[in-house]
């Protein structure tokens, strides 16, 4: 499974971007797909995760703001992020295959390449 994720940019605080992770292979549809960041000098965390039943959990962080959805037919997760602070400057990396604790980066077996946010203040 190969992903790309896409839709990083510049936006200034309290504005809105839509992220996109493009998967492929034709089991995309049965994964948990879900969406960390790394933030400079900081460790990779957990942001959202869907399943393939459509189920959806947030970190509290980001909880109310963000929204992730996915859709099957194109193989797609999204990542809706609204009212957006400086602190989720990050760059935001999306997982797909998730064995075990979901908010485990140990528990993924692939991983996209990463699309740098920026929010200014």
């Known amino acids: 499974v190969q992903l790309q994720a896409s839709g990083g940019g510049l936006v200034q605080a309290g504005g809105s971007l839509r992220l996109s992770c493009a998967g492929s292979?034709?089991?995309?549809?049965?994964?948990?797909m879900s969406w960390f960041r790394q933030a400079p000098g900081k460790e990779r965390e957990f942001v959202a995760t869907i399943g393939s039943g459509g189920s959806s959990y947030y970190a509290d962080s980001v909880k109310g703001r963000f929204t992730i959805s996915r859709d099957n037919a194109k193989n797609t997760v999204y990542l809706q992020m609204n009212s957006l602070k400086s602190e989720d400057t990050a760059v935001y990396y999306c997982a797909a295959d998730a064995r075990g604790r979901f908010s485990s980066l140990t528990a993924y077996n692939y991983w996209g390449q990463g699309t740098q946010v920026t929010v200014s203040s």
């Open positions: 292979g034709r089991t995309f549809s049965i994964y948990r």
